[in-house]
């Protein structure tokens, strides 16, 4: 069965990065495409970035576009969200699973829901 956690949320001020992780067990090498999704105080769960399982295809929202990288290492069964730029808009806890593709844009959420890690950008 697999199981996604993330981790590398904290505190960051405005203009800086960060770097999330999401990693894999109960899987070997692919476990599909991913998604980073976040939610806000007050707002709904949004769509952030994925990529194919082969790691070929990335999407990105608009709102994040030139300032978030996703990537995954299969043999380490992890996926990564590189975050530049901070902006305090960006506060949220951010969650991912596997989205049903990321050929033609952002893929729905097909997986369960973990912690999530949470990110807060403020000075």
């Known amino acids: 069965q697999l199981t996604l956690v993330e981790s590398g949320g904290g505190l960051v001020q405005p203009g800086g990065s960060l770097r999330l992780s999401c990693t894999a067990s109960g899987v070997t090498l692919d476990f599909g495409a991913i998604g980073w999704f976040r939610q806000a105080p007050g707002k709904e769960r949004e769509g952030v970035s994925c990529i194919s399982s082969g790691g070929d295809s990335t999407n990105t929202a608009d709102s994040v576009k030139g300032r978030f990288t996703i990537s995954r290492d299969n043999a380490k069964t992890t996926v990564y969200l590189q975050m530049n730029s901070l902006k305090p808009e960006d506060t949220a806890v951010y969650y991912c699973?596997?989205?049903?593709?990321?050929?033609?844009?952002?893929?729905?959420?097909?997986?369960?829901w973990g912690q999530g890690t949470q990110v807060t950008v403020s000075s």
């Open positions: 699973t596997r989205v049903s593709q990321c050929l033609y844009g952002l893929g729905y959420p097909v997986g369960s």
